[in-house]
């Protein structure tokens, strides 16, 4: 139980709201689990909102005991998101829009059936299929040996099951849903990091929102890092598609990105043998340190935008997938304290953060479901206003070699 305290008093501390209901659907500490769960508007009689929240326990396959909770929102989102894959998002619709896309991997995959030291440290790939999933928090990047250790693609935290989650319905309009998780990264002589992460959504609305709270329960310093890896197919990702974000520079992630400079706010459609191109941003942010993201589509009438905050996320990755819909047509917008260099890369360039024992750090960010060229347009009219008389700095040259 006192875990449980702690969780809501943690999430308290980050603005909860003054009236709520809350129910506890996983608890590790005392063996907590509800498995199939509901609640919805209907049953707390909310006559001027319609909405749901559901759990369910998949089976079969590698999916067999991964949990995806979804919350639905008449006239609104359906966000869907996995407690046993580090509180991923999995995707979200609405409006006629999706953000998401369609991977090879079609099941929900427990983390038991993964080993991320396979394939030389590529194994995170075998359950990778989400629309957001948390790349950290000790560390992240492309793998590589150092240390006397493997440091696997995108580190740990995306294949961690959840071992607090609570659901939290607001009692008063516009009966805000709180989905919160405890991901912990403990290993003895090594870490413990632990993030409260945190789902905020009102009904009918088409943005929702992410409130992370990172701690280091340690009494020794750590290192983090943290690349909050967004992803995005069909139907905003098409031929003539746009990447639009206000921007001081940008550069290639190696020399094969190179060749994609002179086009790289524009997307192709399916290409068979389009290896995926990376590039490195330096955001532009507003005097309150805000800055957005986004792909449209090319009609301008569909899209997806991220919010983030430049003192808490300082870099930004695009990484442009456009192969075929079958190997996964997709692009990432990618905010993040690291760009996806091996952490070796990270650390020789400054950009590994380090929390003290004791301290904590929060990451804010807003998902926003684009779906009108209004909405398309006052994105641009903002992005616009951020770049200011500001000139795009261009280097053609990688900041870093592997």
Same mark, same amino acid.
């Given at each position: 139980?006192?875990?449980? #305290? ?34 919805? %508007? ?27 909770? &979804? ?33 090879? #991997? ?11 030291? %396979? ?40 294949? *961690? ?5 609570? #659901?939290? &319905? ?31 959504? &009102? ?5 929702? %929102?992410?409130? !992370? ?37 940008? %550069? ?10 002179? !086009? ?36 301008? !009438? ?9 003192? /808490?996320?300082? #870099?930004? *990755? ?35 953060? /380090? ?29 616009? !206003? ?17």
């Amino acid at each position: 139980m006192k875990k449980i #305290v702690t969780l809501t008093t943690l999430a308290l501390l980050i603005s909860a709201p003054a009236m709520a209901k809350t129910w506890v659907l996983t608890g590790a500490e005392n063996g907590t689990e509800l498995g199939n769960w509901r609640i919805g %508007s209907d049953k707390l009689n909310i006559k001027d909102s319609h909405f749901s929240i559901e759990q369910k326990v998949l089976h079969g396959g590698k999916q067999e005991g991964s949990k995806v909770l &979804v919350i639905s929102s008449k006239d609104g989102l359906t966000i869907a998101l996995s407690p046993t894959r580090g509180m991923n998002l999995l995707h979200v619709e609405g409006f006629g829009v999706r953000m998401g896309w369609d991977s090879p #991997v079609k099941e929900v995959v427990n983390p038991a059936f993964i080993n991320l030291e %396979s394939r030389n440290g590529l194994g995170w790939l075998e359950g990778f299929n989400e629309m957001m999933v948390r790349c950290g928090y000790e560390w992240t990047g492309h793998p590589v040996t150092a240390d006397g250790q493997i440091y696997t693609l995108h580190g740990k935290a995306g294949n *961690t099951p959840a071992s607090q989650v609570e #659901v939290e &319905v607001s009692d008063t309009a516009p009966y805000e849903i709180r989905v919160r998780g405890l991901v912990k990264e403990s290993t003895f002589k090594k870490a413990d990091l632990q993030t409260l992460t945190e789902l905020r959504y &009102v009904p009918g609305s088409n943005s929702f %929102s992410l409130h !992370d709270v990172l701690t280091n329960h340690a009494d020794y310093p750590h290192d983090y890092q943290i690349i909050y890896h967004s992803n995005f197919g069909k139907p905003i990702l098409e031929e003539g598609a746009r990447f639009l974000a206000p921007m001081e520079s940008i %550069s290639p992630f190696n020399d094969y990105a190179k060749g994609g400079l002179k !086009d790289w706010q524009t997307y192709l459609g399916p290409t068979k043998g389009f290896d995926e191109m990376v590039f490195n941003i330096k955001p532009l942010a507003d005097a309150s340190h805000h800055t957005v993201a986004a792909v449209v589509n090319k009609a301008g !009438d569909k899209g997806a935008s991220i919010q983030f905050d430049t003192r /808490q996320l300082p #870099v930004l *990755t695009l990484w442009k997938n456009t192969d075929t819909e079958k190997q996964g047509y997709v692009t990432g917008i990618e905010p993040g304290t690291s760009y996806a260099y091996p952490v070796t890369i990270e650390r020789e360039q400054k950009r590994v953060k /380090q929390l003290q024992p004791g301290e904590s750090t929060q990451f804010d960010l807003t998902y926003t479901l684009l779906h009108n060229s209004n909405q398309v347009s006052e994105l641009e009219k903002t992005i616009k !206003d951020i770049q200011g008389s500001t000139t795009l700095k261009t280097d053609e040259t990688p900041i870093a070699k592997e």
